[in-house]
């Protein structure tokens, strides 16, 4: 599975941002797709997750009430509206898809290269 982000860009605190996340190959195998950001000196955060069956999704405190994630299951997009933006948003967000293989019990992992969103006071 390929992914590539993109959207990011830099913006005033209060603006809104959406990031897109392209997936190919056998994304039919996928169990969710998730948006993580890292900002400097800090871990990885998972933001925001959205299963590709039921389309379940699930939010960070941090950013529920301002970001919603959502899937095109036709085109194998997944994207995050984000609203509201705050200087603490600012981080490389990446997208991120796993499956969960049960016969051998292990998760698979697999990154987009970042994108960048800068939000300025």
């Known amino acids: 599975v390929q992914l590539v982000e993109s959207g990011g860009g830099l913006v005033q605190a209060g603006d809104s941002l959406r990031l897109s996340c392209s997936a190919s190959?056998?994304?039919?195998?996928?169990?969710?797709m998730t948006w993580y950001r890292e900002a400097p000196g800090k871990e990885r955060q998972l933001v925001a997750a959205?299963?590709?069956?039921?389309?379940?999704?699930t939010y960070a405190d941090s950013v529920k009430g301002r970001f919603t994630v959502s899937r095109d299951s036709s085109t194998n997009m997944m994207f995050l509206q984000m609203n509201n933006l705050k200087p603490e948003d600012t981080a490389v967000y990446y997208c991120n898809a796993w499956y969960y293989n049960y016969y051998e019990g292990l998760r698979y992992d697999y990154w987009g290269q970042g994108t960048q969103v800068t939000v300025s006071s």
């Open positions: 959205i299963t590709v069956g039921r389309g379940t999704t």
């Open positions: 190959g056998s994304t039919w195998s996928l169990n969710a």
